[in-house]
């Protein structure tokens, strides 16, 4: 049975970055696509960012140029590096795997499981 854990998370000033990582066990990482959303209070789960097995990357445009998503098969963890954090940023962030095996990235939460517990991220003005 696949589990994710993400770590990473905490409280940044306005401007500042976090990395958060996303440790998978349990089964196959390599050949699934993973995937980054958040969900503040209130909000529904929005997509942030995805990467193929194979390292393509797909953005959401609120984060475009300022996350970087990357992963390393060799430790079956992924990553997000989040700089320029902006208080609009403040949300749990959730790590998934796409569904099935060789597909690419989608921003619809309902193209991935499992999911991660979670790790909140706020950022202060």
């Known amino acids: 049975q696949v589990q994710l854990i993400e770590s990473g998370g905490g409280l940044v000033q306005a401007g500042g970055s976090l990395r958060l990582s996303c440790a998978a066990s349990?089964?196959?990482?390599?050949?699934?696509?993973m995937g980054w959303f958040r969900q503040a209070p209130g909000k529904e789960r929005e997509f942030v960012s995805a990467?193929?097995?194979?390292?393509?990357?797909t953005y959401a445009d609120s984060v475009k140029g300022r996350f970087t998503i990357s992963r390393d098969n060799t430790k079956n963890t992924v990553f997000l590096q989040m700089n320029s954090l902006k208080p609009e940023d403040t949300a749990v962030y959730y790590c998934a795997r796409r569904t099935g095996a060789y597909l690419g990235g989608t921003s619809y939460p309902s193209d991935y499981g499992p999911w991660g517990q979670g790790t909140q991220v706020t950022v202060s003005s």
């Open positions: 349990g089964g196959a990482f390599g050949i699934y696509t």
């Open positions: 990467i193929t097995r194979i390292g393509i990357a």
